[in-house]
């Protein structure tokens, strides 16, 4: 099922999100169909479950559009290809190597793109969709959408990382996003106005 994208400008962004008491749970096991089904239809790369309106702690990933990108190496592309999987309760334990700069969007927030720095490497312990619990470690692209899927349950958006300068240069449009002054091709809830809790 197809769930409506939480806009920029609600409370639920902003707010850390808790533990799944259940993660093997049916509706555990739903949620992440319905949230894999969501992200695609919205052509994203990741989606977690406070941009569905939840505050748990989980997110879906699938970065294999980045393996069309020039100048990868084969193992990071196939790492890429390969990379859909879901974090449930996870933990970042490390964030390594060097930062990075690099063009963000979120899904919550259309049509604005701005660089984010980010270390390049990170170790973080997860459930998987099938309850095994993990400790891996991962580097480049992937990881990148990682940091930024795990920014969402911890309450952070990529805004959030910008400089002040940059943040009042898009503060027309982020109240424009969370007014729904916009046209996206995928299920938005819209909050009216910005709102932190």
Same mark, same amino acid.
């Given at each position: 099922?197809?769930?409506?994208? +939480?806009?920029?400008?609600?409370?639920?962004?902003?707010?850390?999100?808790?533990?799944?008491?259940?993660?093997?749970?049916? /509706?555990?096991?739903?949620?992440?169909?319905?949230?894999?089904?969501?992200?695609?239809?919205?052509?994203? +790369?990741?989606?977690?479950?406070?941009?569905?309106?939840? $505050?748990?702690?989980?997110?879906?990933?699938?970065? @294999?559009?980045?393996?069309?990108?020039?100048?990868?190496?084969?193992?990071?592309?196939?790492?890429?290809?390969?990379? =859909?999987? @879901?974090?449930?309760?996870? +933990?970042?334990?490390?964030?390594?190597?060097?930062?990075?700069?690099?063009?963000?969007?979120?899904? $919550?927030?259309?049509?604005?793109?701005? =660089? +984010?720095?980010?270390? /390049?490497?990170?170790?973080?312990?997860?459930?998987?969709?099938?309850?095994?619990?993990?400790?891996?470690?991962?580097?480049?692209?992937?990881?990148?959408?990682?940091?930024?899927?795990?920014?969402?349950?911890?309450?952070?958006?990529?805004?959030?990382?910008? $400089?002040?300068?940059?943040?009042?240069?898009?503060?027309?449009?982020?109240?424009?996003?969370? =007014?729904?002054?916009?046209?996206?091709?995928?299920?938005? =809830?819209?909050?009216?106005?910005?709102?932190?809790?």
């Amino acid at each position: 099922m197809i769930l409506p994208i +939480v806009a920029y400008g609600d409370p639920v962004l902003w707010t850390k999100a808790e533990d799944i008491t259940d993660p093997l749970s049916d /509706s555990t096991r739903k949620l992440i169909e319905d949230m894999f089904e969501t992200m695609y239809r919205a052509e994203g +790369v990741g989606l977690a479950a406070p941009q569905i309106g939840r $505050s748990i702690r989980l997110f879906v990933i699938d970065p @294999a559009p980045f393996a069309k990108w020039p100048d990868l190496s084969e193992k990071e592309k196939q790492i890429l290809l390969n990379g =859909k999987q @879901a974090f449930i309760n996870p +933990v970042i334990l490390q964030e390594t190597g060097e930062y990075r700069d690099f063009e963000e969007g979120c899904l $919550s927030i259309p049509y604005i793109n701005e =660089k +984010v720095r980010r270390k /390049s490497k990170i170790t973080i312990e997860y459930t998987d969709a099938e309850g095994n619990r993990k400790k891996e470690n991962f580097s480049g692209l992937i990881a990148r959408v990682i940091q930024h899927e795990y920014d969402h349950i911890e309450g952070i958006l990529f805004t959030d990382r910008l $400089s002040p300068l940059k943040k009042r240069l898009l503060k027309r449009k982020l109240e424009k996003i969370a =007014k729904g002054e916009i046209d996206v091709p995928y299920p938005m =809830k819209f909050p009216g106005k910005i709102r932190r809790p």
